[in-house]
């Protein structure tokens, strides 16, 4: 099947700094990507959805000044935590789709900030 | 809107016991698609199984089962023969045709013990 690799898969960062999160396809074009947030015990959270080379559409609730989405080529998009604070601590995933296959997921990245 | 309902939060069975997990569903449109998931600890999706809203026939694919009857929303899924390997979260999500976005339920904790 598809695969889709993100990095890193851990991250601990200091409040107030930034992090940058990758989402790669590594053997389609992936025309959209789909960012998540996974509290701890809870269910994924569709963040954003974001098609190659257009501006991503947020979910309502999701600051986008926040969580800066780029999807600049058809194998990558980025997801940056911006000026994070402990409560943007959580797991996020991305996954990630050509027109016609379903999504399929990266390892997804649990961000710790302190 | 679309809503996913997984009402048992945790499961705990016994190695070689069956068991089923529950998803109900809701949505107004007519052709959409079901998804069963696999979240290990590791944290990321494994994917199960795809349906869509006009096949109802039940699919088998070794230990695992997956029961459909668009009459009562459901879509259920069945572990036959438990092993401690399947100890994970499953999510059931919903998927409408025409759109990209995944609706998931909030997931079954399953804890298989030796």
């Known amino acids: 099947g598809a695969v889709v690799s993100q990095h890193p898969s851990r991250v601990i960062c200091k409040s107030g700094t930034s992090v940058k999160i990758e989402c790669r396809s590594l053997?389609?074009?992936?025309?959209?990507m789909f960012w998540y947030r996974q509290f701890p015990k809870q269910s994924l959270m569709l963040m954003a959805t974001s098609n190659e080379g257009s501006k991503a559409t947020y979910e309502q609730g999701v600051e986008k000044d926040k969580f800066l989405i780029n999807h600049a080529s058809l194998t990558l998009s980025t997801l940056t935590v911006t000026s994070a604070h402990p409560e943007d601590s959580s797991f996020y995933i991305c996954?990630?789709?050509?027109?016609?296959?379903?999504?399929?997921f990266g390892q997804g990245t649990r961000l710790t900030v302190v | 809107a679309q809503k996913v309902t997984q009402a048992q939060t945790e499961i705990s069975v016994v190695e070689k016991e069956d068991v089923t997990l529950d998803c109900v569903y809701e949505?107004?449109?007519?052709?959409?698609?079901l998804f069963w998931y696999k979240q290990p600890p590791s944290g990321e999706l494994v994917f199960l199984i795809r349906r869509n809203s006009f096949d109802e026939q039940n699919e088998i694919s070794g230990r695992y089962s997956w029961n459909f009857q668009k009459s009562t929303s459901s879509f259920n899924f069945t572990i036959t023969a438990s092993q401690v390997v399947d100890s994970a979260v499953y999510f059931c999500a919903l998927r409408v045709a025409y759109g990209n976005k995944l609706v998931f339920g909030a997931g079954t904790i399953l804890r298989v013990k030796s």
């Open positions: 996954s990630a789709k050509d027109g016609n296959t379903e999504a399929f």
């Open positions: 949505t107004r449109d007519t052709t959409y698609y």
């Open positions: 053997d389609f074009q992936a025309t959209t």
